[in-house]
């Protein structure tokens, strides 16, 4: 192996470390996250760690038929069904449609730490 091709290798496996620290960081904050918001909401916090039910309960958060969530496995109803998420569910914590379509929708990790940790209390939705 020659000097150039031995440094690509170690260029790519520091490139790989660093993608996966960095995404099992964001994971391990979502998590988190998402736990508090739970608990804001009188939810158990545990069910952030369950992949289907955590969606269930964020609609049902959201004031959303909790069922709704079945629809962001349909292909571009998905990305309508996460703004309609995003801005209902910023609007449980009282926040506006911008600061949720931003921090709930395109960086959602941020947004859910903010309500998780931040002041804003739970405002109990009712089903659309």
Known sequence: MDPTE???HIVAWLTSAVTASFGAIVLVASIVALWRVFAKAGQPGWAALV????????FKIAGLNPWLFLLMFVPLV?????????I????????????????????STIGLLILGFGSAGYRRQRFA
Request: cysteine-free; proline content about 2%.
């Open 6 to 8: 031995l440094s690509q």
């Open 51 to 58: 992949p289907l039910y955590n969606m269930y309960l964020s």
């Open 78 to 86: 998905n990305l309508v069904m996460a703004v309609v998420w995003g």
């Open 88 to 107: 209902r569910f910023g609007a449980a914590f009282g926040k506006g449609g911008l600061w949720s379509f931003f921090l709930l929708v395109l960086f």
